[in-house]
């Protein structure tokens, strides 16, 4: 707390900023319950071929989007009545970083639902099973990086950093096994690129995930881990 | 302001934080002006299969993460030490996610370089016209939400986000054609994907410089335009 702030709020204040990041932290929480919920129904209804489902993760789409300006909002209500310094300036920062990768989650489960709308329109092309491991692995990373923020846990952060290249690697075969059916069957080319991208949509989940550990990892430890294991795929 | 004048002006605090805010807008736009250069020599490279130019964009990748990582700590230092309020801590916030932007922008040069490795070592495949129409759209879309961010200009960043409209529509034409010429020269079908994602990765450009119009809309007209386009393509 800046010598301004306790001037102007010399009261309990440290108490009352301590029990505010607490209700930030609890919001950013369920803003990253709702990504990961809105992940997991754009799988299923992906792999079930289910329309309607997918058409509730587009529309449900607009409270994530709510949420991330309210959060925003609180952000920055926080930084203008309590000056954070040091420890908790970078806190906030982060946590300032975090709802926009939550809301670019979101955004992929939107992008995923829509190619699964294309899809069940399309004939049948049965997707590579690594597909739904993709997405298993992709929200596993992304609720132990919000732990991992939640807990200061630097060590746990890193380990959803190395995790990323499992997601990476899995996309990468998906990639090819589509690539080599489309040039077989060549009717299926368009299902196999819609699929391709899905596996890319699961891929870009892990991607924030890994940018949430990253920045995890900076504030605990001090020092970025960032850009270390290049860019995105 | 020299140091010594500083020293003995310590009351002259505001033009200091004036002053650096001029520097950190200077250094902005430069990371601004570094990313468009990447996107711009990447589309280069595809467009004229160069493979050593697609490298080069690659390399110069770690240059622009650097750049991030200075920037992100010169906006927390001003953030620390002159705890912005009201108008400006809404700047300070938009620069902050500005920077995250410019190094995403970055990483779409990097994995068009990438595709243009690949598509260099296959046979050739003439890529629709329209992607070399949506890099020259994208770009001016970053160069002007960046114009609209050091000049406060709202008309500018709403205009910046209208247009993104159009750099998706080109988008879905690519996308049809080569999944249309796929389907029918099945030995194409690896190169027209690694086309799609090309196009796919400078419509992402183009979101990347709307969502930094949204924001400048956002502090200049105090209310948001956010999510009214819905979500990325």
Known sequence: MSDAARYRYPFMIHRHFDEELAVLKEKLLSMGGLAEQAIGKATEAFLKR??????????EDAAINRTEVDLEESCLSLFARFQPEAKDLRF?????KIIDELERVADQAVNIAERTLD?????VFNP???IATMSTLAMAMLKDSLDAFVNGNADLASEVCQRDEEVDQLNRVV????????????AGAKQAVDQLLVARHLERVADHATNIAEDVYFIVRGRTIK???GAEA
Do not use: C, N, W, Y
């Open 128 to 130: 590579p099973s690594d």
């Open 50 to 59: 289910d329309g309607a489902l997918a058409q509730s993760v587009i529309e």
């Open 175 to 186: 990639h090819d096994t589509l690539l080599e059916r489309a040039g077989k069957e060549s």
């Open 227 to 229: 850009h270390r294991l």
């Open 92 to 96: 906030m920062a982060m946590a300032f």
């Open 119 to 123: 899809l069940a329109r399309s004939p």
